[in-house]
T-cell receptor, first 113, second 113 residues
Framework: SQQGEEDPQALSIQEGENATMNCSYK?????LQWYRQNSGRGLVHLIL?????REKHSGRLRVTLDTSKKSSSLLITASRAADTASYFC?????????????FGEGTQLTVNP | DGGITQSPKYLFRKEGQNVTLSCEQN?????MYWYRQDPGQGLRLIYY???????QKGDIAEGYSVSREKKESFPLTVTSAQKNPTAFYLC????????????FGPGTRLTVT
């Protein structure tokens, strides 16, 4: 079953607007991470939020985590054309040993100049 | 992409041939991973290794093989048994504990005809 599922699949906004992406998961987690992927490139880690945290900030990024609803959101404020990319959530499950992450299918964000 | 190299960036093979994708890291990370990404989709774990001379199957290991003889290197062989090998392959590494943030290489796009 899909552990991380992002919503929406695609999002198109104007420069300067905020972008919100959501991620839902099914099992207990140790932490949840967000990654960014520019077209045809590798993924870049953006931010990690642990299961005992509810909100975290990094620059223009704000991540929230609701473990009771098994969901997370990524907010990008004051978006720029350079933010155009795919964004993936990834979960580190609580019941597995080692260092596996399970990735969702991503949200394709387009920021129009 | 820093610290992890994948070569080549593009690879073309005829059906029925085995092909080996290279992944090298200089981050002194113990854990390494191979993912497959199909167009418009998320990452699926093929194999991972938490320490030299040890590796585990991921979710889609059939038709693939790996070795981990050196800490820095984790090559992936796509065998002729893999029914649909055309895809984008991503290698990553991480420390085996703690935050398990993963660092990704730039990827290899494999086309089999």
């Amino acid at each position: 079953s899909q552990q991380g599922e992002e919503d929406p699949q695609a999002l198109s906004i104007q420069e300067g607007e905020n972008a919100t992406m959501n991620c839902s998961y099914k099992t207990s987690i140790n932490n949840l991470q967000w990654y960014r992927q520019n077209s045809g490139r590798g993924l870049v880690h953006l931010i990690l939020i642990r299961s005992n945290e509810r909100e975290k900030h990094s620059g223009r990024l704000r991540v929230t985590l609701d473990t009771s609803k098994k969901s997370s959101s990524l907010l990008i404020t004051a978006s720029r054309a350079a933010d155009t990319a795919s964004y993936f959530c990834a979960t580190a499950r609580a019941e597995t040993s080692g260092s596996r992450l399970t990735f969702g299918e991503g949200t394709q964000l387009t920021v129009n100049p | 992409d820093g610290g992890i190299t994948q070569s080549p960036k593009y690879l073309f093979r005829k059906e029925g041939q085995n092909v080996t994708l290279s992944c090298e890291q200089n981050l002194n990370h113990d854990a390494m991973y191979w993912y497959r990404q199909d167009p418009g989709q998320g990452l699926r774990l093929i194999y991972y290794s938490q320490i030299v001379n040890d590796f585990q199957k991921g979710d889609i290991a059939e038709g693939y093989s790996v070795s981990r003889e050196k800490k820095e290197s984790f090559p992936l062989t796509v065998t002729s048994a893999q029914k649909n090998p055309t895809a984008f392959y991503l290698c990553a590494s991480s420390t085996p504990s703690g935050s398990i943030k993963q660092y990704f290489g730039p990827g290899t796009r494999l086309t089999v005809t």
